[in-house]
């Protein structure tokens, strides 16, 4: 009787998880309505703190043009401009609090199709990717703006020093849109270790090509920060030397994940082939 039972699957099999084209778009569109609801709700509650975000995100300006001196106000010249701005950072905040939401539900969408081994490799990236996104977001928003807006603004003159003073008249919109720009661009610059280690852990790359081509790489990271950036040396290295060193924890990575999978081919009894043996001589 016990012989007549059907055999059910292993539970990390992703055979045993199998369904239909339509089943795995109704799936994907489940889950992607989720993220999309958890959006508006953030953005509507965001809207609703439009006011303190926004006074969160000009303080290290008026923290620099306090201590430098100038003009203690922000202009828009546009009649829209100061609401469309509103908008604009209350989803950006939104966009900010919901992408964890955005990343679990793909998470749980693509995770039934992976063996268990699969799940392990990439949950440790998954939960380092965020961690890593607020390093840089607190470094550009602690470090970096504060020196960058001083420099900027010791450009100002007064009319002892000139026969005409200049002085700053910020735009609310544009100050916004390169403070947002910053932000953004130093949380995905810090996802480079997670995506290097990710890629030598699926054999693409390994610790000696990231070793060779590490003058390209800093070069590379360099126009990057000059491209990102405001046009003032200290923001550029404030970016392109901790994307260094990132590139340098990316290499070790790489090494612990090359060592790990040499070990796991030695256990499988495959880590005695020749071109191994060679390899470990050069």
């Known amino acids: 009787m016990n012989a007549s039972l059907p055999v059910k699957p292993p539970v990390d099999d992703p055979d045993s998880h199998t369904m239909p084209l339509l089943e795995h778009l109704a799936e994907l569109r489940r889950r992607l ?23 969160f995100l000009v ?22 401009e100061a609401f469309l701005t509103q908008m604009q950072v ?23 199709g992976l063996y268990k081994h699969e799940k392990h490799a990439i949950l440790p990236f998954l939960l380092a990717s965020p961690v890593l996104f607020g390093l840089g977001a607190s470094l550009v928003y602690y ?16 009319a002892d020093q000139s026969v005409l003073p200049i002085q700053l008249e910020a735009k609310v919109g544009e100050y916004l849109s390169i403070v947002m720009t910053l ?53 550029q290295l404030a970016l392109a030397l901790p994307m260094s060193i990132l590139y340098e924890v990316s290499i070790l990575g790489a090494v612990m994940v090359g060592r790990k999978r ?17 390899f470990n001589q050069a």
């Open 33 to 55: 309505l989720l993220a999309v609801v958890a959006l508006l709700v953030a953005f509507f509650g965001s809207v609703y703190f439009s006011q303190h975000i926004y006074g």
């Open 59 to 80: 303080q290290p300006f008026a923290d620099a043009m306090r201590e430098v001196g100038g003009t203690q106000r922000m202009i828009y010249t546009h009649l829209a």
């Open 90 to 112: 209350a989803f950006f905040a939104a966009f900010v609090i919901t992408f964890p939401i955005f990343a679990t539900q793909m998470w749980k969408f693509v995770a039934p």
């Open 143 to 158: 470090v970096v703006m504060p020196l960058a807006w001083k420099f900027l603004l010791g450009f100002q003159t007064t």
């Open 183 to 235: 932000i953004i661009a130093f949380g995905l610059a810090f996802q480079m270790p997670v995506l290097l280690v990710l890629l030598a852990r699926v054999g693409i790359i390994d610790a000696d090509s990231l070793r060779r081509k590490r003058r390209y790489a800093i070069v590379i990271v360099f126009i990057f920060a000059a491209v990102v950036t405001p046009p003032d040396v200290v923001s």
């Open 262 to 278: 040499a070990e796991t081919a030695s256990a499988d009894g495959s880590g005695t082939s020749g071109d191994d043996t060679d």
